[in-house]
């Protein structure tokens, strides 16, 4: 059982949920394995995928989740909803309410639009990226991922590659690691580095290859041109000389170190085709952790709930 | 926390011994032999049962059985009142299709984890025949279930709680009957901890 109704933001979660999560995630990945996938689980409930903002592995990750749960996934986006209309997110959230879901699954482009969507519903609400806040559930997956790959994710250092200023991954990861006593490293140029990278709980570095040798996950985050109001840095070419992993770095890296991205990647910018197809990288097992690290918070949040607790 | 009282000790270590040992014996004359046998038990305390029972018809016969443990959680009809505290591992290393799986609990009583366990082995495939070995039968079904092998049938009443304790994670060997203090039913309960019956 879950301490929190909500997942607004990773800090909604205790220590203690999170590991619950992805012990459980666990059982939901050899179900995953299995020739018949589906559970009947959350039959019956209703989930909402309500992406207002354009997003495919992840909403399809949710919608794999949900239906292997044997829940009903209706998916909404935003061409397709009343926002086009003019509709506020808060009569977004009472008219979802009023057809009794269970579940509301939010992207949305501003940072704090999961909460809006908490305050004027009963039904729990999971923040699927909100802007350039929080992106919890890619945490979980990607903590699900380091701990199988690395045994624990305690005393470890995750440096964290990249566009920090505008990436809700790292706003969501840095205070994670540190919950669970691993050490998180923002590296990036001092463009991209935001005003108060403190708040992550995060060192701060300009330089990869100073630390590269120390890292036991190199996490690269993807460039978001589509974020970027004015270049950041002087070409992608000079960005991927200074903080992409090529062969060069993948050298470099400290021996049983992994590779991580949130995907999707810019190849050749933050990887390279070789480093990201190299045995190091570990992109295509998150996405794999995903569906089941989603399953394992849908039943968790979802199920028990008329009881409050476990006896 | 309910507490309980134990009010006494329905099986001791002998008594599960030979119990066991008769059970092995009935699965082996029933299914004429081991061909195309397999045993699954079901978390807590029933997947220990399964690996000793194959222990005892190896003893037996000389052959090997396959072993596979079932967790429940996901199949379980009262998910959305109570979640099981720990979700375990299912493992089953054998192709279960058109073997006879005989499923291993230790206590029957209302039905529904069997119900629950029936539902999750056949999304493992479709065994040719299914049975069903329990070490207690305390009675009080709730669904039309019955075991094909029982250790010691334990009428029961509903305030009452019976649970297995093994070597292996108690540190003793026996079936105790306890009182609910509370007097309240005891059945009603959610899953608690390991060994605590449906």
């Known amino acids: 059982m879950i301490s929190s109704k909500n997942l607004l933001t990773i800090e909604d979660f205790t220590p203690e949920d999170i590991l619950q999560v992805l012990d459980t995630a666990v059982s939901f990945k050899d179900v995953n394995a299995r020739a018949i996938k589906k559970l009947p689980t959350l039959r019956g409930r209703t989930v909402i995928n309500l992406f207002l903002e354009p997003s495919t592995r992840t909403r399809t990750s949710f919608e794999i989740a949900a239906k292997r749960l044997s829940a009903d996934a209706i998916n909404m986006s935003g061409s397709a909803s009343a926002t086009v209309k003019g509709e506020s997110l808060a009569d977004t959230a009472e008219t979802l309410s009023a057809m009794n879901c269970d579940l509301v699954i939010i992207r949305h482009r501003y940072a704090g639009a999961p909460g809006i969507l908490a305050r004027h519903m009963d039904a729990r609400i999971i923040n699927a990226g909100d802007g350039k806040h929080q992106h919890p559930t890619q945490t979980l997956l990607d903590l699900y991922t380091i701990r199988e790959e690395l045994g624990s994710i305690e005393g470890k250092t995750v440096g964290i590659i990249g566009d920090i200023a505008h990436s809700r991954v790292a706003g969501s990861l840095c205070p994670a690691l540190v919950a669970l006593g691993a050490k998180p490293i923002v590296i990036a140029p001092p463009t991209l580095m935001p005003s108060r990278p403190d708040i992550l709980g995060a060192e701060k570095s300009y330089s990869l290859d100073d630390l590269l040798p120390d890292l036991d996950v190199v996490y690269t985050l993807r460039i978001q041109q589509e974020r970027m109001d004015e270049s950041p840095f002087p070409s992608l070419r000079e960005y991927a000389m200074l903080y992409g992993i090529d062969s060069k770095r993948l050298q470099a890296m400290k021996p049983g170190a992994i590779i991580m991205h949130p995907g999707p990647i810019n190849r050749g910018v933050e990887l390279s085709a070789e480093a990201a197809d190299s045995p190091r990288a570990r992109i295509l097992d998150q996405v794999n952790a995903g569906v089941a690290v989603r399953m394992a918070l849908m039943y968790l949040m979802l199920g028990g709930e008329q009881s409050g607790s476990v006896a | ?198």
């Open chain 2, 1 to 198: 926390m309910t507490d309980y009282t134990v009010k006494a000790v329905v099986l001791d270590e002998l008594a599960i011994d030979r119990a066991l040992t008769r059970i092995a014996h009935e699965i082996i004359e029933v299914n004429k032999g081991t061909e195309n046998l397999a045993l699954v038990g079901i978390v807590t305390r029933g997947d220990l049962l399964a690996a000793d029972l194959a222990k005892r018809i190896e003893k037996i016969e000389g052959v090997k059985v396959p072993v596979g443990r079932l967790d429940i959680s996901f199949y379980r009809d009262d998910v959305n009142t109570h979640l099981a505290p720990e979700v375990h591992r299912t493992e089953i290393p054998f192709k279960i299709d058109g073997c006879t799986v005989v499923l291993v609990d230790d206590v029957l009583f209302t039905g529904r984890t069997i119900r629950a366990a029936l539902d999750a082995l056949v999304d493992y495939g479709r065994p040719a025949r299914i049975e069903l070995a329990v070490l207690v039968d305390r009675g009080h079904r709730e669904l039309p279930i019955r075991a094909d092998f029982v250790g010691k049938n334990v009428p029961s009443s509903l305030d009452e709680h019976v649970r297995l304790y093994l070597e292996e994670t108690d540190g003793r060997s026996s079936v105790e009957i306890s009182q609910k203090r509370s007097g309240e039913r005891a059945g009603a309960a959610p899953l608690g901890q390991g060994g605590e019956e449906l």
